[in-house]
């Protein structure tokens, strides 16, 4: 597996050591779905599960949305897949019964990416506060990061385990 990641510094500021982990984590998903069919990413590789590389991609999709634009631009803002922010079901349905391919899934969350990075670059300081919706409470931008952040590494440890189901690739 061609490993094109960027690691985070060894030194440097919260906000700059944060954003930059948070970074590697999302290219370790990509790194983890590149190289591979629509089908392969589909493959449900530890059964019983019905977990999918490609249902990662589109939970994580809906994550960045969720957290970042929702919270901080527009809580009224639609799912990508899921009917609800509380019911990310959907999202990790890859069988292709909406229509869907692995290359909407792709373009949908790089589209989310950059519109997180945009507003967590946009704002003065990680004290901005934003309406979780969810918990109708209000959450720090900080906070944001550090969540989204724990969802990327939790769920690049069943990505770890799909990739090496699906062609037997491993890597960190």
């Known amino acids: 597996?061609?490993?094109?990641?960027?690691?985070?510094?060894?030194?440097?500021?919260?906000?700059?050591?944060?954003?930059?982990?948070?970074?590697?984590?999302?290219?370790?998903?990509?790194?983890?779905?590149?190289?591979?069919?629509?089908?392969?990413?589909?493959?449900?590789?530890?059964?019983?599960?019905?977990?999918?590389?490609?249902?990662?991609?589109?939970?994580?999709?809906?994550?960045?949305?969720?957290?970042?634009?929702?919270?901080?631009?527009?809580?009224d803002a639609p799912m990508v897949w899921s009917k609800t922010p509380n019911d990310f079901q959907a999202a990790y349905d890859a069988s292709g019964a909406d229509g869907s391919t692995a290359e909407d899934a792709l373009a949908a969350w790089q589209a989310e990416v950059a519109h997180s990075r945009r507003i967590e670059a946009a704002a003065d300081s990680w004290d901005l506060a934003g309406r979780q919706p969810r918990w109708d409470e209000d959450v720090s931008l900080r906070m944001v990061m550090v969540h989204v952040l724990l969802e990327y590494a939790r769920h690049n440890g069943h990505a770890d385990l799909l990739r090496e189901g699906v062609d037997g690739e491993t890597g960190s």
């Open 1 to 75: 597996m061609d490993d094109t990641r960027t690691g985070p510094p060894h030194f440097g500021d919260e906000r700059e050591t944060v954003r930059a982990f948070l970074d590697y984590q999302r290219e370790t998903l990509a790194m983890k779905c590149r190289g591979l069919t629509d089908a392969q990413l589909r493959e449900q590789s530890s059964p019983p599960s019905s977990l999918t590389l490609l249902g990662l991609l589109r939970h994580l999709a809906e994550v960045e949305r969720t957290w970042f634009r929702r919270v901080f631009e527009d809580a």
